[in-house]
T-cell receptor, first 111, second 113 residues
Framework: KQEVTQIPAALSVPEGENLVLNCSFTDSAIYNLQWFRQDPGKGLTSLLLIQSSQREQTSGRLNASLDKSSGRSTLYIAASQPGDSATYLCAVPYNFNRFYFGSGTKLNVKP | EPEVTQTPSHQVTQMGQEVILRCVPISNHLYFYWYRQILGQKVEFLVSFYNNEISEKSEIFDDQFSVERPDGSNFTLKIRSTKLEDSAMYFC???????????FGPGTRLLVL
């Protein structure tokens, strides 16, 4: 079974700060890792998918890194904005086609 | 932009009743998933479906649950006899390949009374 942990559970920062969200997983035999955003009461929006062969993936102000051997991924958000306030989730596969999610980091960016 | 859709958005049912949750995945996708999220808890994997059969299922997905792709567009989750603890948000997702991005629908909020 895959155990996925996200630290911190919650984060409150002033607008403009750069921040790092962490995701760790116990089984490193993964083929990718996906980061999502979830707004309250809503579905999940895919932010970044990083393949196991990649070290980094970037989209706008977001950058995700993956270190399979240590079982870690980070999501870096540059120049945070109030609109970034949401819960950020990471998901990793296990076995052929089963996925495990972390509990998420709830981010609040204050204007 | 193509998106995953789910119906209904909300469903209230009595314990012991059968419910069917419906999803329309993105049209050229081949992998389909159901997840659930109990209020305040993690998103939990239920089942993955590929080539008209279940490829993986979790311990949650017992005999009370079933999935079907009845035609070329719909993907359904049936709960045969609902329990109070089935109350949750149910999400459908699809991807073009196993290694590709999963796209999620907006969810169906199921309340079992």
């Amino acid at each position: 079974k895959q155990e996925v942990t996200q630290i911190p559970a919650a984060l409150s920062v002033p607008e403009g700060e750069n921040l790092v969200l962490n995701c760790s997983f116990t089984d490193s035999a993964i083929y990718n890792l996906q980061w999502f955003r979830q707004d309250p009461g809503k579905g999940l929006t895919s932010l970044l998918l990083i393949q196991s062969s990649q070290r980094e993936q970037t989209s706008g102000r977001l950058n995700a890194s993956l270190d399979k051997s240590s079982g870690r991924s980070t999501l870096y958000i540059a120049a945070s904005q109030p609109g970034d306030s949401a819960t950020y989730l990471c998901a990793v596969p296990y076995n052929f086609n089963r996925f495990y999610f972390g509990s998420g980091t709830k981010l609040n960016v204050k204007p | 932009e193509p998106e995953v859709t789910q119906t209904p958005s909300h469903q209230v049912t009595q314990m012991g009743q059968e419910v069917i949750l419906r999803c329309v995945p993105i049209s050229n996708h081949l992998y389909f998933y159901w997840y659930r999220q109990i209020l305040g808890q993690k998103v939990e994997f239920l089942v993955s479906f590929y080539n008209n059969e279940i490829s993986e299922k979790s311990e949650i997905f017992d005999d009370q649950f079933s999935v079907e792709r009845p035609d070329g567009s719909n993907f359904t989750l049936k709960i045969r006899s609902t329990k109070l603890e089935d109350s949750a948000m149910y999400f459908c997702a699809s991807s073009g390949a196993r290694e590709e991005t999963q796209y999620f629908g907006p969810g169906t909020r199921l309340l079992v009374l």
